[in-house]
């Protein structure tokens, strides 16, 4: 069966609702900070747009204002779009919790969606977990979420240390038994467990994209819980006991596709160079954006309007445009912003220079 996006909606928690990247977010939030020279929030869009979604909620709480701007000065054009920015209000709004119990009382939620974070960069298509979401509810009418899983082995530079997930799953209908962080100390399983279940998988090998194909009724399941703040709590509330709480949550795996969330700067280098890398392709630099960028080969993109005056761009180079490079200066595994003036005589190594910067002549730069 060929699953449309039509009749499904889009919800983007654009708020990350953590200080990891203070004290840059104090002004900006995270979700426009720039991520190879372009707002992560376009990420998340333009995958959304890629998979036929076309209408989007998005809940913003910090920075909502600057927000709005950028929805408007990039996508008001756009009338084939339609984006919905709810703005929560902070004194009230703390967490994911608060966010999907304030999106349950405003009531635009009147069928299926997909929930995901405004910091997710992939290039998944998104139609086989759509497709299993439906055999699961046509199975299983107690089933109320499909979480998106990547294979990423431990130690991967996309998996950080809050995905480090030990995952039970029944492997013949792919449903969620236990959700656990594998820094906890102790692992308890009942023995019922085994009991309802003939075959059971413990897998260590999956991160969670926290993209979410939910139920209408899930914004309301989280207001039934006011103590629940994150989606790791809600998903072990849900399938904890299995004797009173009949509702369901199975899982979808990824083993080809490119999807991470940029939640913290670990993670923000390393999807930066998977970019550059083209592993998320055709989620490049080079395709076609406001932004020209020609491609020169071994990950370096340089802008249409970028001006290099004999300097050296080793591999994995993002140059924006207007900007200038000196003469006999050196980067490689970086990105530079827009007009920015980078003087004579300066290496940049693994670094990430954001707009309308000027680096004097003679400095070295290394994991900035």
Known sequence: AVVSTQSTGAVIVADSFNSRFKPITLDKPRCLLPLANKP???????????????????LSCAHSDQIDQHLSDTYGSDSRLTI????????????????????????VIRGPFVLVTGDLVSNMDMR??????????????????????????????????????????????????????ANS???EYELDLFNRHEVVD??????????????????????DHFDIQEMESFIKNIIGDEELCSETIYMHTLD???AARVCNLWTYHSVTQDIMGRWVYPVVPDRPSHDKYIYRGDGVYLSH??????????????????????????????VIGSRCEIKSDVHITNSHVWDEVTIESGCRIDGA
């Open 84 to 107: 919905r920015n709810i703005i929560l209000n902070s004194d009230n709004v703390a967490n994911l919790g608060d966010a999907m119990r304030e999106l349950s009382v405003d009531g």
């Open 305 to 334: 309007s970028a001006k290099n005056y004999k300097a050296q761009i080793d591999k994995n180079v993002i140059v924006g445009p207007e900007s200038t490079l000196g003469r006999e200066s050196r980067v490689s595994d970086s």
């Open 256 to 258: 080809h596709s490119y």
């Open 40 to 58: 992560l929030l376009d990420y998340t869009i333009s995958h959304l747009v890629d998979n036929g979604f076309w209408d989007l909620i998005l």
């Open 128 to 181: 086989s977990a759509m497709e299993a979401h439906q055999r699961n509810k046509k199975r299983d009418k107690e089933a109320i979420m499909t979480c998106i899983l990547k294979r990423v082995l431990p130690g991967h530079p996309t998996r950080g240390l809050e995905d480090d997930l030990v995952i039970c799953v029944d492997p013949e209908t792919n449903q969620l038994l236990r959700y656990q962080n």
């Open 202 to 223: 413990f897998r260590y090998d999956l991160m969670n994209t926290y993209v979410i194909i939910c139920e209408a009724h899930v914004p309301s399941r989280f207001g």
């Open 185 to 187: 100390k102790r692992f």
